[in-house]
Antibody, heavy 117, light 112 residues
């Protein structure tokens, strides 16, 4: 059974940093495209970042240069390192597995990141 | 403002059929057959309902169907049930800089 379990969210001050983790089971993170998608409170979905199976990564313009996606193959875990956080980064962050066309076929339960003084 | 346009809300009575539209451009919906639809109940994670325009993942009811014409896609739910009440989001691959795809703003479905 495919499962994705995020952790690492919490309250952080503007300008601070946070690292999100996503432990996967039932499949190999390294063999799949994996993304982070976020949802601000009461708002819609926004794609944040993707890491392809061959290792290349891409970011939404709103987070490029501040966020870094990575994975640890032996731990079967996906990460999102978030630096220079802004209040507008406040959202529930979902770890998702992607299909080839970029569709997100499995979602974690999400972890809430709150950026506030 | 979202890249894809959806109606803010739709409603229907149990047993009826409803359709949710999703309008994009030739850079996304019109140019690729990677349109997907997600269902999200309050406080829950989204769930993939349709991928590649019209394919249903295993376990998704056949009451859900998807289609595309030109720069617009649609999700149709037939035989509405109370449990279908949720938010629905469309998404598409895009040739712009947002390599992860673009989402619509979401449609709240109310079952009367």
């Amino acid at each position: 059974e495919v499962q994705l379990v995020e952790s690492g969210g919490g309250l952080v001050q503007p300008g601070g940093s946070l690292r999100l983790s996503c432990a996967a089971s039932g499949f190999k993170v390294s063999s799949n495209y994996m993304s982070w998608v976020r949802q601000a409170p009461g708002k819609g979905l926004e794609w944040v970042s993707v890491i392809y199976s061959e290792g290349s990564s891409f970011y939404a313009p709103s987070v490029k240069g501040r966020f870094t996606i990575s994975r640890h193959n032996s731990k079967n875990t996906l990460y999102l390192e978030m630096n220079s956080l802004r209040p507008e980064d406040t959202a529930v962050y979902y770890c998702v597995r992607d299909l080839i066309g970029g569709e997100h076929d499995f979602w974690g339960q999400g972890t809430l990141v709150t950026v506030s003084a | 403002q979202s890249a894809l346009t959806q109606p803010a809300s739709v409603s229907g009575s149990p047993g009826q059929s409803i359709t949710i539209s999703c309008t994009g451009t030739t850079n996304d919906i019109g140019g690729y057959n990677y349109v997907s639809w997600y269902q999200q109940h309050p406080g829950k994670a989204p769930k993939l309902m349709i991928y590649e325009v019209s394919y249903r993942p295993s376990g998704v009811s056949t009451r859900f169907s998807g289609s595309k014409s030109g720069n617009a896609a649609s999700l149709t739910i037939s035989g509405l049930q109370a449990e279908d009440e949720a938010d629905y989001y469309c998404s598409s691959y895009t040739s712009t800089t947002t390599l992860g795809g673009v989402f619509g703003g979401g449609t709240r479905l109310t079952v009367l």
